[in-house]
């Protein structure tokens, strides 16, 4: 790795992905060997035959970048960076080898399932073949045909199984979709209720700081015309003190009486 960052910054990042991916190739067929059921080892032989697609992609590309710069390399460096692409090819091809096999004996179970074993029964059926006579190889094919098609009608059985279940859980995943979508619009509801109470809630306040206001207002304007009235009944000499109009005391006149003297 660090022979190759001398040589090229982008040839080490690509020989540590493929090394990442070759790790995970690893770590995946140790788990692959693990599982028991022939739908899982199928999943995860995918995913394996994914990484090894992509593993495939970088070593080309190590390879382009190696092309590209083979004009400024020596000798001896263009051979450590072939010898370098020979070992990724080789590994990958140990893994794709290792892919081949367990594809094989998954397609093997399969067949076991759905068809029986094969190999000693077939050898055991020529033996028989031999001392047949042409009725009964005609009734030893009309039972063959007979398990073939009861095998096959196992299969449809099976395929339309499957197919119920998964018109099941579509029907359940779409009705849970729904539930989720009407919870959704409910929330959306609420949440627009209780921001409309909130903001009625402010002008509802901001009413009664003005009414509070209004009637501290007067209530002190009260109080003043109160406390004057006050002072001039207790002070009325007191010329300081405006009257306050429609409170003032009446105003007195001097008015002469006429007698008439007789």
């Given amino acids: 790795m660090d022979q190759l960052s001398a040589i ?54 190590f390879d382009k970048e190696v092309k590209a710069l083979e004009d400024r390399f020596d000798s001896k460096t263009t051979k450590f960076l072939n010898e370098k692409k020979q070992s990724m090819i080789k590994e990958l091809n140990s893994y794709v080898a290792l892919k081949k096999q367990y594809a094989s004996n998954i397609e093997n179970k399969r067949i076991e399932l759905f068809e029986g074993p094969s190999e000693g029964y077939t050898e055991e059926n020529v033996l028989l073949a031999s001392s047949m006579t042409n009725e009964q190889l005609m009734d030893q094919g009309n039972r063959m045909m007979d398990d073939t098609d009861q095998a096959i009608e196992r299969g449809k059985r099976i395929v339309q199984d499957t197919i119920n279940v998964g018109t099941e859980t579509a029907a359940a ?33 901001r009413q009664v700081a003005t009414d509070k206001c209004i009637m501290t207002l007067l209530f002190l304007i009260v109080i003043g015309v109160i406390a004057i009235i006050i002072v001039k009944l207790v002070h009325p000499e007191n010329k300081d003190i405006r009257d306050i109009p429609g409170l003032a005391p009446p105003v007195m006149n001097n008015r002469r009486l006429l007698w008439n003297h007789s």
Avoid at 175 to 193: C, G, K, P, Y
């Fill in 8 to 61: 090229s910054e982008d040839l080490a990042e690509i020989d540590g992905r493929v090394a990442d991916n070759f790790r995970a190739l690893s770590n995946g067929f140790q788990k692959l060997e693990k599982i028991k059921d022939s739908s899982r080892q199928s999943r995860q032989l995918e995913d394996l035959t994914e990484k090894m697609r992509e593993a495939k992609g970088l070593i080309k590309d």
């Fill in 173 to 205: 995943l779409k009705a849970q979709t729904e539930q989720m979508s009407r919870v959704v619009n409910e929330l959306d509801s609420i949440h627009f209720s209780i921001k409309k109470a909130s903001k009625l809630v402010k002008e509802i306040g």
